[in-house]
C-alpha cells in the first residue's frame, strides 16, 4: 500500500521493494529478490487487478452557472457574426460574400474569421490500465496529466497560418 501512494503501481515496484536493503534484513539471511511473475501474482492473491482505472467526475467548472450563461451570449452573438464571413466550399471557393458589418461610425467592413488550433503534449501520458485494489474507488480528478507543452497556430481561411514576418 506505501508503493502504491503514487496512484500507479506495477509488479516491478514490488519486486524493487522487495530488493531494499530494510527488507532484505526483515526477511533473514537467506532472503533474495522475487522475480516479476512472483509479484504479480502476490498482487492477485491480495485483491489487486490489472484493469482499467475506475473514471471519476472531472472537476474543471464547465457547468458553472456563469460559464453557462456565458456560452449562450457567445452563441447568440457567433450566429449574428457569422452572417458577416465570407464563405468558402470543400473546393475552397467563394460561396458567399457578405456586404458588410455595420458600425456605429456608418462604415461597413467585413469580418475575417480566425481560428486558434492547438496540440497538447504531455510529458508522462496517464496510464489506463494498472493494478487496482478491490477496494479502490473512483475519485474526482483533475483535468490534465502533468508537464505539458502547448504548439498552437492561429488559421484563416483567407491567408492561412497568421505569422510575424518570415518566423
Known amino acids: 500500500?506505501?508503493?502504491a501512494k503514487k496512484e500507479y503501481i506495477c509488479a516491478q515496484d514490488i519486486v524493487d521493494y522487495v530488493a531494499t536493503p530494510e527488507v532484505q534484513q526483515q526477511l533473514g539471511t537467506r532472503?533474495?529478490?522475487i522475480h516479476v511473475?512472483?509479484?504479480?501474482?502476490?498482487l492477485h492473491k491480495l485483491s489487486w487487478r490489472y484493469q482499467q482505472k475506475k473514471k471519476g467526475m472531472y472537476i474543471d467548472g464547465h457547468e458553472r452557472e456563469d460559464v453557462v450563461e456565458y456560452r449562450k451570449g457567445f452563441v447568440k452573438r457567433w450566429r449574428e457574426y457569422e452572417r458577416h464571413f465570407i464563405i468558402y466550399g470543400n473546393n475552397g471557393n467563394?460561396?458567399?460574400t457578405p456586404t458588410?458589418?455595420?458600425v456605429p461610425q456608418g462604415v461597413q467592413f467585413r469580418l475575417i474569421l480566425v481560428t486558434h488550433d492547438e496540440s497538447m503534449f504531455y510529458e508522462?501520458?496517464?496510464r489506463k490500465t494498472l493494478w487496482?485494489?478491490?477496494d479502490t474507488k473512483a475519485v474526482a480528478e483533475k483535468k490534465g496529466e502533468g508537464q505539458s507543452i502547448m504548439v498552437s497556430d492561429f488559421l484563416t481561411s483567407e491567408w492561412g497560418r497568421l505569422k510575424d514576418g518570415e518566423e
Open 1 to 3: 500500500m506505501e508503493i
Open 132 to 134: 487496482i485494489n478491490h
Open 124 to 126: 508522462n501520458d496517464r
Open 31 to 33: 532472503a533474495r529478490g
Open 37 to 42: 511473475r512472483t509479484a504479480r501474482w502476490w
Open 94 to 96: 467563394i460561396v458567399s
Open 100 to 102: 458588410g458589418f455595420p
